[in-house]
């Protein structure tokens, strides 16, 4: 029984230092947000067209081969 007395306190102690971590955190501002959004859209497309095309190129070396058309 006396363990269970201490839990509560421990959850308290938890959410306590969560909030104290949470003071500490710096946030990005807005026009970093943007920015890093960019970037990531720009390489997420950069990279979607590279596979759309190495796709395209071994589906033709595949046809040629085969002589399969679709």
Request: glycine content about 8%; charged content about 20%; proline content about 3%.
């Given at each position: 029984?006396?363990?269970?007395?201490?839990?509560p306190?421990?959850?308290?102690?938890?959410?306590?230092?969560?909030?104290q971590?949470?003071?500490?955190v710096?946030f990005p501002s807005?026009?970093?947000?943007?920015?890093?959004t960019?970037?990531?859209f720009?390489?997420?497309?950069?990279?979607?067209?590279?596979?759309?095309?190495?796709?395209?190129?071994?589906?033709?070396?595949?046809?040629?081969?085969?002589?399969?058309?679709?």
């Amino acid at each position: 029984m006396r363990r269970l007395i201490g839990i509560p306190e421990a959850i308290v102690g938890f959410i306590r230092e969560i909030i104290q971590e949470m003071k500490l955190v710096e946030f990005p501002s807005r026009a970093e947000t943007f920015r890093k959004t960019g970037i990531v859209f720009g390489a997420s497309l950069l990279l979607g067209l590279l596979l759309f095309g190495l796709d395209s190129l071994f589906f033709a070396i595949r046809n040629l081969i085969t002589n399969i058309t679709i």
